[in-house]
């Protein structure tokens, strides 16, 4: 974290957000997934992942020292959930000790064919395109805004097609675990949002409404 406040200072960034993952769902993964999951410190036992817990003690006292050392960096806070729907006790205890700036949905996985759930990477192969897109119109209908990762560069046309589904707001994220890439495509981020008529929101900076 401290290393990521560092880049940001480096880059000029005003502000920097840090959303851990919290995942309450075990997933069935591919040998691919799996050692991509291994690259990032995490382990699979008999072709599963059990995410950790997010050690939220931990991850806040990590956060209020970076904000000591960077005053002039605005340093929010964020979690990443997993399937919240799922479990809705979980998130929300989570989210009222948290406290957090900055939260984001993410789907890691869909039911399985054989029970159980799988990594969504793996589970998209085997489902059709207006069965894994049709949420588009479900988050736009929402109020939600869409995260435009820079990481896993997102395809133009899905922010396209969440213009046309009705998404009046998008957020960039660079997903990164190495502080060197932060913020990487942004400006080609920017540029797709802009050519399907959204710019810089008026209250905040990370999220981009429709003119």
Sequence with gaps: MEGACARAVQLGLPSVAFTDHADFTDWRVSSGVAAFLHDL???????VFSPPALDLEGYLECLQRCRERYP??????????????????EATALLSRGGFDLVVAALHSLPGEEGGH??????????????????????????????????????????????????????????????????????????????????????????????
């Design 41 to 47: 410190g995490g382990q699979t036992s008999d072709g």
């Design 118 to 211: 799988v990594e969504v990477s793996d589970a998209y192969h085997r489902r059709s395109e207006p069965d894994v897109l049709s949420v588009l119109r479900t988050l736009a209908g929402s109020g939600r805004a869409l995260e435009v990762n820079t990481r896993l560069p997102l395809d133009p046309l899905i922010v396209s097609w969440w213009r046309q589904e009705g998404g009046t707001a998008i957020t960039f994220g660079s997903d990164v675990h190495d502080a060197h890439f932060l913020a990487q495509g942004f400006a080609g981020a920017a540029a797709v949002a802009a050519a399907n008529g959204y710019g810089p929101g008026n209250h905040r900076r990370d999220f981009w409404t429709l003119k």
């Design 72 to 89: 002039d960096l605005q340093i929010l806070s964020g979690v990443e959930l997993g399937e919240p729907h799922w479990h809705p006790e």
